[in-house]
């Protein structure tokens, strides 16, 4: 009977109302060194590690870039920098090897994208 009255309050109980805190409440009792190494932390997990790019994902990425080129289309890139993709979407302007960076154009800005940091390009029709 015991038993009965525990499960019928159980399935009572609204969980919904229970608001946690989450890590706010222990903050206080943390020294600022501690908060500093667990948000470093954090950010560091956070972090994706370089992919393995072979020569044949090379020259795929090569001639997306000449073909964009000929045909003057929009294309994606996503690069790799500091842990993270980034993403631009723009056409070709200028590549220029002595300083090995590509020059692509959006419809607001013109930047520059570091050939090093290329992973992938894809040609947007």
Known sequence: MEMANFEEDWNALDL?????RGSKKWVA?????HVKMLRDYHEEIKKVPRP??????????QEQIELAMKRNVDIKIKRWKDGEFLYHRGTIQWIDLTRRIIELEDPFQF???????????????
């Open 52 to 61: 393995d790019l072979n020569e044949f994902d090379y020259e795929a990425i």
């Open 29 to 33: 009792m943390m020294l600022p060194e």
């Open 16 to 20: 919904s109302k229970i608001r946690d």
């Open 111 to 125: 930047f520059e994208v570091k050939l090093d940091e290329i992973v992938d390009v894809t040609i947007l029709e």
